[in-house]
């Protein structure tokens, strides 16, 4: 601890060996025997100095009686110690002298050492206080006190000097026990200051009485002990006052009430939570992934149950079966069309231009809707009404489609047309009655107008396209009110075969089934139909409004023919003719499409314009033979 300082007077600086390289342990104090005063103790303190005593033989100055005067030392008594120690009083802590003998002279006193200027300390907690022995310098510590751990630090180096290992450590701080809420906490011990040093009082001390006084010898209240003042660093730690447990809080039932009710909210909340978050990642995942497992579609039972007669599908399943297709070949051309079945005999109806491929010798097949096929032979056909029929032999079990009436057909009513367009058998579509009476011509291929036909048309929305030709137009019972004939092309021409075969573009016509019914009959009956005639010759280049009867006639002969309906009318060359049964007729064509609605010999009524005025004129329809 003073390695490298001078020490005190006549002592040499203290030299320690320097220990071995690496850890070491710090020497412990060696064990000695206990003392009385073991504990903590304090260095001296300086006393002041003793007031000079009086010379030998000089008494000091009276004062009163029983009362010395202040500022003077009262000399020792029998009661004093022998040492020359003053006895204490009641309640006075004992002193102990300055450590030197008064000089007789009279001289100021002198200390023998440092020991000596400093003078004994009493100790404030109760330790023991070192006594300088009577007269002589250098005096040690009174014999059976104990001895510092350390040399005396002739510095003065607060506390003990430098630290070192043999310097006690300084005193630990431990914290008091905190006391419960609620509790008061006892009050903290005084602080105890150092000592100041003691002032000697002039006043001698009162001689203890004889007889004292048990009130009065009772020792004054002993002030709180110091907690830091007998500190050993090398004992035991005192035991701590465990706390104290808080006594627990009894809830009401309303608070039972309140905190269940929000555990459960927010239990349900939690619940809440973690159930969304789960269901947004199955959700997710399902959604990216498809789902788990093996896919596997829903879908409705098998339902047979029938289908209204009157709807689409009921007059499809009754129709089918009667509808058939046609594939026609020969002279080097082939073409396919639609037929119907009309009666069990094996006739069936169709387009005049779907068989005329085949000319006299070429080869028709007609296919079923059950898939059976069964070759086909003409029994007549008509290009004026582009209708024919065709018959197969060694078929039985036919179903012919029931026969409507085309003059209760409305504009509106829906249809159903069944035919074989572009060679796709047994397509149905639908649509309603654009028109009625519609005037069309179709052919005309041969460039002397006797494959052009003219019909007085339903019109219709319902898809037809090329392949449909000679199939039925159906009313809503499944009836047949008209045979599909022709479409208006994308370029303008009325073409049976769809000019282009642009296909349909909803607008379609049909032979109504009034006229188709009797031109049938001839055909079958007599293998050639008739044509109702006006007996007169129409100027086709006319561009005025109605249909002006020729100059001439085609063969250069007159245009109105002798004896015929119209000569027996009275109508001449160069009439005009407006109305047909109180219709109005815009060109040539009209008016013979409204003739051949007409049966032969039906009659009818034409209104007759002649040099301005109009007259009404009534005739008998005449007949040709058909080709």
């Known amino acids: 601890m003073n390695q490298g300082k001078p020490g005190p007077p006549g002592d040499e600086p203290t030299v320690r060996p320097e220990p071995p390289e690496g850890d070491f342990e710090l020497p412990r104090p060696a064990a000695r025997a206990a003392a009385p005063d073991e504990g903590d103790y304090e260095l001296e303190r300086p006393q002041p100095p003793a007031p000079a005593l009086p010379a030998h033989g000089t008494a000091p100055a009276a004062a009163g009686p029983g009362a010395p005067d202040e500022g003077t030392a009262p000399l020792p008594t029998a009661a004093d110690g022998a040492d020359g120690t003053v006895a204490p009083g009641p309640g006075t802590a004992a002193r102990t002298p300055a450590g030197a003998a008064a000089d007789t002279s009279g001289t100021d006193e002198h200390p023998a050492g440092p020991a000596a200027a400093r003078g004994g300390l009493s100790d404030a907690q109760g330790g023991p206080a070192f006594e300088e022995a009577g007269a002589g310098a250098g005096a040690g510590p009174a014999e059976g006190h104990v001895r510092p751990l350390h040399d005396p630090d002739p510095y003065s180096t607060p506390p003990y000097g430098e630290p070192g290992p043999w310097a006690p450590a300084p005193p630990v701080q431990h914290p008091g026990n905190t006391p419960a809420h609620g509790v008061p906490g006892a009050a903290p011990p005084p602080v105890m200051d150092a000592a100041p040093p003691p002032v000697m009082d002039a006043t001698p001390p009162v001689p203890a009485p004889a007889h004292p006084d048990p009130a009065a010898a009772a020792p004054a209240a002993t002030p709180a002990a110091d907690p830091w003042g007998r500190y050993d660093p090398w004992a035991a730690a005192a035991a701590v006052t465990p706390l104290q447990q808080a006594e627990p809080v009894l809830m009401g039932r309303e608070q039972r009430r309140g905190r269940t009710r929000r555990t459960l909210v927010a239990g349900a909340l939690l619940l809440a939570l973690v159930s969304g978050g789960v269901g947004g990642i199955v959700g997710a995942h399902l959604e990216r992934n498809g789902g788990i497992g093996t896919v596997e579609l829903p879908q409705a039972a098998r339902n047979d149950a029938g289908r209204d ?87 039985r079990g036919l179903a012919p489609l029931p026969l409507g009436n085309s003059d209760n057909a409305r504009v509106g009513d829906p249809v159903v047309a069944i035919g074989a367009p572009f060679d796709l058998a047994g397509t149905v579509t639908s649509g309603i009655i654009s028109a009625r009476e519609r005037p069309i011509t179709a052919g005309g291929e041969k460039g002397d107008g006797s494959d052009v036909s003219y019909v007085d048309a339903l019109q219709t929305d319902a898809p037809i396209n090329p392949g449909n030709s000679g199939g039925p137009l159906l009313d809503t019972e499944g009836r047949v009110i008209g045979i599909n004939s022709a479409i208006r092309s994308a370029d303008g021409s009325d073409d049976p075969d769809g000019g282009g075969r642009a296909g349909s573009i909803g607008l379609g016509f049909a032979i109504p089934i009034n006229q188709g019914k009797r031109v049938a009959e001839e055909l079958i009956n007599t293998g050639k139909a008739t044509h109702p005639v006006i007996g007169v010759t129409l100027d086709m280049e006319y561009g005025g409004d109605g249909a002006r009867v020729a100059a001439e006639g085609s063969d250069g002969g007159p245009p109105v023919t002798t004896g015929g309906p119209g000569a027996r009318a009275g109508i001449k060359a160069g009439d005009v003719i407006t109305e047909v049964d109180g219709r109005r007729v815009h060109s040539g064509e009209e008016l013979i499409v409204k003739t051949r609605a007409h049966r032969p010999g039906d009659r009818l009524e034409l209104t007759v314009e002649r040099d301005g005025k109009e007259r009404k004129v009534s005739l008998v329809l005449g007949s040709s033979g058909g080709g």
């Open 309 to 395: 007669p009157g709807s689409v599908a009921g007059i499809a399943a009754q129709a089918l079966p009667s509808v058939v297709t046609l594939h026609v070949s020969g002279g080097g051309a082939a073409g396919t069309g639609t037929g119907f079945v009309l009666d069990e005999r094996g006739h069936i109806l169709t387009n005049d231009h779907v068989v005329q491929p085949a000319g006299d010798n070429g080869d028709i097949t007609v296919t079923f809707h059950s898939g059976d096929t069964a070759e086909a032979t003409v029994v007549g056909r008509d290009s004026g009404y582009d209708l024919a029929v065709v018959k197969v032999k060694g078929v």
